[in-house]
Each structure stands twice: as C-alpha cells, then as structure tokens.
C-alpha cells in the first residue's frame, strides 16, 4: 500500500463506480460524533434515503457501500465469488487512495489469513482454525471461564459495588483466550486496550494492532521451542503446514474477533437482564435459560453492528445500485437484524430462531461461537449465584453507549449487592 495520495472525501474526479460517484455528496459517515452516539439512527436514516444498500464514508472519508438489508447481506455472505474477501482487489487501495497509516488497514486490508481468503486457501487455513478450536473446547473452556470469572468477582465482590464493564465484562473473555491460546495470563490486560484500540480506530490502530502482532509473534516463537497443550501449538503442528506469518495472523484473528465480541456481548447480556426483574428473576429461578437472553442480543445488539469488508468481484447489481469491480462492501449485521422487510413487528419473540446475522453468514461464518456462548453462559452463572441481590446502581436510561465504525460498546454498568 502506498500514500501517494490526499485521503480527502473523494470529489468529482472520482472514478466511474466508486459510491461518491454515483450519488455526488448525498452519503453518510460511520465515524465521528453522530455515529458515536446513536448509529441506529443513521442506519435508518440510510435505510429511508437509499433503500437496503447505501453509499457511506469510513474514516479518513474513505467511500464504501453499507448493506443494511437482510437479504442482501445474506446475498453478499453467501456468495464469494461474487463478494470476494480479498482486499487485494481494492479499487481504493490499488489506485493509492488509501493509505498505509490509514486506521482501516487492521480491519479491512488483506493478511494471510483465512478471513482474507477464498476458495481452497480458505478452506485449508479455516481448517486449522476449526480443529485448533475444537480441541480448545475439549480442554475444559467452561472450567477455564469459571476459573477466572469467580476470580474477577473476588476483587469486587467486597466492595458492595462494580461496574461490570471494566471490572468483570471487559476482562474475563480474554483472560480465557490467554489460557486457551497459551499466553501468559499477565500479558491479557495490555491485549484488552489494544484490542479496543483497533476496533476504535483513530492513529493509535496501527500501533495497536502492531503491538498485538509482537506479542503473538513471540508467543509462536515460545510454543515452537516448547509445544502444549494449547490453540498456538495445534497451528504450528496442523497438518495444513501454516509459516510463520499464518500462524501469527490466525492468532490475532482469533483473539481480537474472539475478545472483543465476546466482552461486548456479555456486556450487553447482563444490561438486559439487569434493566428487566422479570428476566432475572426467571434466571436466578432457573425458570429462563440464559441461552434464549443471547440468542435476543444476538438479534437486537449484535457484537459487531458492521462487519469488514467485502468487496465486488464484478460488476453487479445490489440493492438498487450499480456495484462496481473492486467496490469495497462492509455488512451492516445490525441493521439487517431489525430489517423491517423480515421483521415488521420487533416485539414478536425471536426465541429458537438463529438465524440471525450475529455470526456472519456463509464460507466465513464464525467458527468459534460455541466457545464464546459457553463463556457468557458461565460468565451470567457463577456472577448471579456469587452475588444474590445483585442490582442496577443507576436508573436503565443513564446508561450510555459510544460507537466506532465496527461497534456500539456498553461505557459502563454500575452495580450494587449486599455484601
């Protein structure tokens, strides 16, 4: 990638098929101060103007189509060939109009990984991923997740107040994922912020994603030396035959979409069922399962609201536009959950139905969502039995959200028990 070029909204020179050039200054951005705090109202916005695909600018006023129907992310999802993952296709970045320093780059650009990949190559790295995973979850996850979640609540547990976001949510899924990828346990609070910065975006992205890189790539050079029972070993040894630059970026995939998604679902779990008695009451009782909370998340506040990247093999249709080759597509997951056009009535039960678009769809489908389910399952557990009486410390309405481009994260949830 090179930065030849301003990163200025595109103008009228744009080139034929980039969205600024189909619709002139008529697009939204998906950074900055309205997106942050209310992204829903955006999307909607988008949705009345432009129908379920809309033209928008990421950051650096980098132009892109947001998908914000349910059918035509499942069009996009389901069919790679026609929506290819590798963003070496990029009409954007081919013609020097995004740069290196650009914060979407830990997002969007192509690494050799299997999320960046299709066809065969995909199919071999996803393979290493999916048996790493899968002898993950033999070892005892739910044993790890109870471990470290009775250990986060030992360090509040006294006070007779937390804030379940950044003393419990934002730090039990990775103090997991540092067990499972076979990571020194201190070494998960450093790849929290870093995580967290990557998903924000901004100029500390880069550094960010590089610092998890060194950390990852250190951990590979460990395991090669002295192999275990762990995910960084099952890569290294995996049959697929993964070099070292593989291994690594399976490894960042992993943590960052493992962490971050989890955190912010757990967080957005425990909002519910702490801003409505009736669903606690029904857990603490046994009487709800805390399985059908996620699955109403999962619909209503998916962990990632966007998701990266797509981008148009051809020329095509979508949603009413004109795509062009080499167009960049990111996936609205949340918007197309509350798609009015496959759910007129959102008050309707979603309970039993998993077909929402939480983890992704397709070839790329997340792997590794029975692992962060039974994190968050055992997280809600062991915190209700630990802390009887457990309740909001603030009225629901003063809870706050901020939003990135990729994501809408819980600012805090402010609890008291007895003690």
């Known amino acids: 990638m090179n930065d030849q070029h301003d990163q200025h909204a595109p103008d009228s020179d744009a080139p034929r098929g980039c969205p600024v050039a189909h619709h002139g200054a008529d697009f939204a951005r998906l950074y900055g101060p309205e997106a942050a705090t209310d992204p829903g109202a955006t999307y909607e916005r988008l949705r009345k103007e432009h129908g379920t695909v809309a033209p928008v600018l990421l950051e650096g006023d980098v132009p892109a189509w947001l998908v914000l129907g349910y059918r035509d992310n499942r069009r996009v999802l389901d ?50 991923v999916t048996d790493g995973l899968q002898a993950a979850a033999g070892r005892g996850i739910r044993r790890h997740a109870t471990h470290f979640a009775n250990r986060q609540i030992d360090a509040f547990a006294g006070a007779g107040r937390a804030d379940l976001v950044a003393d419990y949510a934002e730090y039990l899924p990775m103090l997991v994922l540092t067990r499972i990828l076979g990571l020194p346990v201190g070494e998960g609070r450093d790849l929290v912020e870093s995580c967290a910065h990557v998903l924000q975006g901004g100029e500390e992205a880069l550094v960010h994603d590089e610092r998890i890189r060194r950390i ?83 619909w209503d506040s998916p962990p990632l609201a966007v998701m990266p990247a797509r981008f148009a093999a051809a020329d095509l249709e979508l949603g009413g536009h004109q795509i062009q080759e080499g167009d960049l597509l990111v996936l609205g997951l ?72 990729w994501e809408s994260r819980l600012d805090s949830l402010p609890v008291e028990f007895p003690v």
């Open 334 to 405: 949340a918007p197309g959950n509350v798609d009015p056009e496959i759910r007129p009535d959102q008050g309707v039960s979603v309970q039993g139905n998993q077909s929402h678009l939480a983890f992704s769809a397709g070839p790329h489908e997340c792997p590794g969502q029975n692992i962060g389910q039974a994190i968050i399952e055992i997280a809600v557990d062991v915190l209700l039995h630990r802390l009887p009486g457990l309740r909001l410390a603030v009225p629901p309405e003063e809870l706050t959200s901020t939003a990135s481009t």
């Open 216 to 298: 990852l790539g250190e951990l590979a050079d460990r395991k090669r030396a002295e192999p275990g029972a762990d995910f960084t070993t099952a890569l290294l040894e995996h049959d697929a035959g993964l070099d070292a630059d593989e291994v690594v970026s399976h490894l960042r995939l992993v943590l960052v979409a493992a962490h971050v998604t989890t955190s912010n679902l757990l967080a957005r779990v425990l909002q519910l069922i702490l801003t409505d008695t009736a669903r606690l009451s029904g857990l603490i009782s046994g009487q709800l399962n805390i399985s059908a909370v996620v699955e109403e998340i999962m």
């Open 79 to 128: 069919n790679p060939r026609q929506f290819s993952r590798d963003a070496r296709i990029w009409r954007d970045w081919r013609e020097g109009r995004v740069a290196d320093t650009s914060p979407l780059i830990p997002m969007v650009a192509w690494r050799p990984d299997c999320v960046s990949q299709d066809g065969e190559p995909h199919r071999r790295l996803r393979g290493a």
